[in-house]
C-alpha cells in the first residue's frame, strides 16, 4: 500500500522564474537527493528523506501556466512498504517544500 498526498498552489511569477527556483531549493537541501527534471522546466522529482534511517518519499513538483502566473502542484509518494503515514510526513514534505519555494521566490 502506498501513501499519497498532493497539494496545488498558484503563484504570480512565470513558470521559468519558478522553474529556477525549485532547482535552487532542491539543489541546496540534502534531503531532496535522486533530484531530476522529467520534463525540463515543468516537471521535477526529487526523493525526500531526511534522516538515513527514515524510508524516502518521492516528491513531484509540476509547473503549469495559469492565468497571469503558474501552477504549482506538489505530489508525495511513500515506498510500496508504508501502509499508513500516522506522524502526516507525506504533507509536511509538502508544506516545507511549498514554504522552501514561497522564501525563494520571495528573495528575487
Known sequence: MTVRRQLDGHF??????????VRAILSRNPSYRSTAEDDPGKVFTSLVRPHPWL????????LEPYDAGTKVLFKTTSQWFVFWDILNTCNQHI??????????????
Open 12 to 21: 504570480d511569477f512565470p513558470a521559468l522564474e519558478l522553474a529556477d527556483a
Open 95 to 108: 508544506w516545507r517544500a511549498l514554504r522552501e519555494l514561497r522564501q525563494e521566490v520571495r528573495q528575487k
Open 55 to 62: 524510508p524516502g518519499t518521492w516528491l513531484t513538483i509540476s
